[in-house]
């Protein structure tokens, strides 16, 4: 059983900076896809990026291209979200998830973190 914990979410003005941390306990981090996945309020859930297990190349949804970084540490069980030019629009609470069954967008995810609030004010 995987547990994974979210932190560095905030409050930060439209332009700004956040950089995201999910924390895996576990011996098997390295054998999992992981992913960030986002809610705003009143909107389903919505796939931000992937990183596959070597941690070779990141995924990425058209609205987060160019701005957002997905990278992880097989050494320290963790993956991040350095989330620049942040807008409004990205207010959400964010998710990581881990996947044994493939990874990318439409993978399975079978763990779930509790999620970490993300502000932007314009």
Do not use: H
Request: charged letters at 20%.
């Amino acid at each position: 059983q995987m547990q994974l914990v979210e932190s560095g979410g905030g409050l930060v003005q439209a332009g700004g900076s956040l950089r995201l941390s999910c924390a895996a306990s576990g011996p098997t981090f390295k054998s999992y896809a992981m992913g960030w996945f986002r809610q705003a309020p009143g909107k389903e859930r919505e796939f931000v990026a992937a990183i596959p297990r070597d941690g070779s190349i990141g995924v990425y949804a058209d609205s987060v291209k160019g701005r957002f970084t997905i990278s992880r540490d097989n050494t320290k069980n963790t993956v991040d979200l350095q989330m620049n030019s942040l807008k409004p629009e990205d207010t959400a609470v964010y998710y990581c998830a881990a996947s044994t069954r493939g990874w990318g967008r439409n993978a399975a995810y079978d763990y779930w973190g509790q999620g970490t609030q993300v502000t932007v004010s314009s």
